[in-house]
Nanobody
Framework: QVQLQESGGGLVQAGGSLRLSCAAS????????WSWYRQPPGERSGPKLV?????????RYSDSAKGRFTISRDSIKNTVYLQMNSLVPEDTAVYHC??????????????WGRGTQVTVSS
């Protein structure tokens, strides 16, 4: 089992920055990759991938995150970060940290944190 706790969300003006953190505990050695998903208000299709980082520190981003967001991890602190710059109102969402265990093939399957709210005002 892995437990995830997100923090760092809040209210920010357009153009501002936030850094989200995801502190992991438990069997973190069983995790193959870490990602951030987000679900905007009223979005019924479910959370969408924002950024992903593998154990080997390879990264991947959604088109909307490229060039603005950076995912990173500190393996000593068992913490994953999402640095978000140049925020726009469309970034408003609940952001979830997700840990995918080794052997789980489907992205988005695994352990989910409860999420942290990010609100960007215009």
């Amino acid at each position: 089992q892995v437990q995830l706790q997100e923090s760092g969300g809040g209210l920010v003006q357009a153009g501002g920055s936030l850094r989200l953190s995801c502190a992991a505990s438990g069997s973190v050695e069983s995790i193959d990759d870490w990602s951030w998903y987000r679900q905007p208000p009223g979005e019924r299709s479910g959370p969408k991938l924002v950024a992903l980082i593998t154990k080997g520190d390879n990264t991947r981003y959604s088109d909307s995150a490229k060039g603005r967001f950076t995912i990173s991890r500190d393996s000593i602190k068992n913490t994953v970060y999402l640095q978000m710059n140049s925020l726009v109102p469309e970034d408003t969402a609940v952001y979830h940290c997700v840990a995918r265990p080794i052997g789980v093939t489907k992205e988005g399957d695994g352990y989910w944190g409860r999420g942290t709210q990010v609100t960007v005002s215009s």
